[in-house]
Every structure is written in structure tokens, then in C-alpha cells.
């Protein structure tokens, strides 16, 4: 294999094992799930499982990157849906955040799970958690920089602040209504973002 060159295709062990793990990681929380579970539930055998994450924590560490590259993407996707408005990208990222939280079994973030379960900031998956969330604030604030740029820091923290509140309860409470409130809220921020703008550029 040329050096540099990623393994364009995990064996299927391996994405047995992290499927596994982000099923149940996510179901049940990280602390409370076993190895010996996930190597039973994935059927590979122990020296398998230690031959592709050599530590729990391995495991739990890409379980995270998964998630992130899944949500990248549908963040991707939804900045690429429609940009013939400042606020329609973020419109759309709101609106698949609220689908998310009506989805069947959602049970909160992930990452704000997982940091639930590891408070220690120098441990790794801290630190992957905070990678994470440093991309989204930041993918934000360049999104809001096109609505009002002088804003668009602190606005963008609120848009996170809304979408964190959004996500704790939106397996606690109704998700429809959940949803139409953070959406709601995200929408309201928008709009004195751009009146702000709107006049500040007449002005």
C-alpha cells in the first residue's frame, strides 16, 4: 500500500465493531457498555476486535469521529441546498437539526453525552468533543457573517445555545414542539441579525 494512501475500504469486521458500538454507545451511554458486548453483538472474536482498536478508548474515539463526519456531512448538505438568501443556510441546518430530534429512538447529542460521561478536559475524547463543537461554532459564525458580520460570533454561540437546549429537550418533552420552539427561536435570531444589518448598511 503506497504510504499516505487511507484504506478507501474498512474490513467489515471493523465497521461491524463501530456500528455496533455507535448503537449502543448512543442507546446507552459509553460507560455502561462492555467490550465483551460489543465483541458479541458484532461477532468477532476478542483478538479481532483488539487487532482494529486497540483500546476501548480507541473505540469510543472513533465512534466519535463518525458521528461527526455523519452530522459534517448533513451540515454539508444542507449549506448546499439553497444560498440565494444569507439565512438559508442556516435556516436549513435548523430545520435538520429538528428533524433530527423527531427522529425514532434520539436520545440527545452525542457529544454532549459523552461529555456527560467524561469531564476530565486534557482526557481525548474530551478533546475530540471539543474539535467537534470548535467546528460547528465555527461553521456558524462563518454562515452568520453573511447575515450581520459584526455579529456573528455571539450570534452564532446563540444559535448553539439554541440548538444545545433544543437537543437536552427534545428527548424529554414532546420533539414536535420542541422542534417548532428551537426553530422558532433560531428564526427570530435571524431576522434581528439582518435588520440590524439592514440598517446599519442604510445608515
Same mark, same amino acid.
Given at each position: 500500500?503506497?504510504?499516505?494512501?487511507?484504506?478507501?475500504?474498512?474490513?467489515?469486521?471493523?465497521?461491524?465493531?463501530?456500528?455496533?458500538?455507535?448503537?449502543?454507545?448512543?442507546?446507552?451511554?459509553?460507560?455502561?457498555?462492555?467490550?465483551?458486548?460489543?465483541?458479541?453483538?458484532?461477532?468477532?472474536?476478542?483478538?479481532?476486535?483488539?487487532?482494529?482498536?486497540?483500546?476501548?478508548?480507541?473505540?469510543?474515539?472513533?465512534?466519535?469521529?463518525?458521528?461527526?463526519? *455523519?452530522? =459534517?456531512?448533513?451540515?454539508? $448538505? +444542507?449549506?448546499?441546498?439553497? !444560498?440565494? @438568501?444569507?439565512?438559508?443556510?442556516?435556516?436549513?441546518?435548523?430545520?435538520?437539526?429538528?428533524?433530527?430530534?423527531?427522529?425514532?429512538?434520539?436520545?440527545?447529542?452525542?457529544?454532549?453525552?459523552?461529555?456527560?460521561?467524561?469531564?476530565?478536559?486534557?482526557?481525548?475524547?474530551?478533546?475530540?468533543?471539543?474539535?467537534?463543537?470548535?467546528?460547528?461554532?465555527?461553521?456558524?459564525?462563518?454562515?452568520?457573517?453573511?447575515?450581520?458580520?459584526?455579529?456573528?460570533?455571539?450570534?452564532?454561540?446563540?444559535?448553539? *445555545?439554541? =440548538?444545545?437546549?433544543?437537543? $437536552? +429537550?427534545?428527548?424529554?418533552? !414532546?420533539? @414536535?414542539?420542541?422542534?417548532?420552539?428551537?426553530?422558532?427561536?433560531?428564526?427570530?435570531?435571524?431576522?434581528?441579525?439582518?435588520?440590524?444589518?439592514?440598517?446599519?448598511?442604510?445608515?
Amino acid at each position: 500500500m503506497t504510504r499516505g494512501k487511507p484504506d478507501a475500504r474498512p474490513s467489515e469486521a471493523r465497521l461491524r465493531l463501530l456500528n455496533t458500538a455507535t448503537r449502543l454507545f448512543y442507546s446507552e451511554g459509553i460507560h455502561s457498555v462492555g467490550i465483551d458486548r460489543i465483541i458479541a453483538e458484532a461477532k468477532v472474536t476478542r483478538a479481532t476486535f483488539y487487532r482494529h482498536f486497540p483500546s476501548k478508548d480507541d473505540l469510543i474515539l472513533a465512534y466519535l469521529r463518525e458521528v461527526h463526519k *455523519m452530522e =459534517r456531512s448533513t451540515v454539508d $448538505a +444542507a449549506i448546499a441546498t439553497d !444560498d440565494s @438568501a444569507p439565512a438559508d443556510p442556516l435556516l436549513a441546518i435548523a430545520g435538520s437539526i429538528a428533524q433530527n430530534i423527531q427522529s425514532p429512538g434520539f436520545r440527545g447529542c452525542a457529544f454532549l453525552n459523552a461529555a456527560a460521561e467524561y469531564p476530565a478536559t486534557e482526557h481525548p475524547v474530551r478533546q475530540e468533543i471539543i474539535a467537534h463543537r470548535q467546528w460547528f461554532l465555527d461553521t456558524l459564525s462563518t454562515l452568520m457573517g453573511r447575515v450581520h458580520q459584526e455579529m456573528a460570533d455571539p450570534a452564532a454561540r446563540h444559535f448553539v *445555545m439554541l =440548538r444545545d437546549g433544543a437537543m $437536552a +429537550a427534545g428527548c424529554l418533552f !414532546d420533539p @414536535a414542539l420542541v422542534s417548532e420552539t428551537f426553530l422558532r427561536g433560531v428564526e427570530g435570531l435571524l431576522l434581528i441579525n439582518a435588520e440590524r444589518q439592514s440598517t446599519e448598511s442604510a445608515g
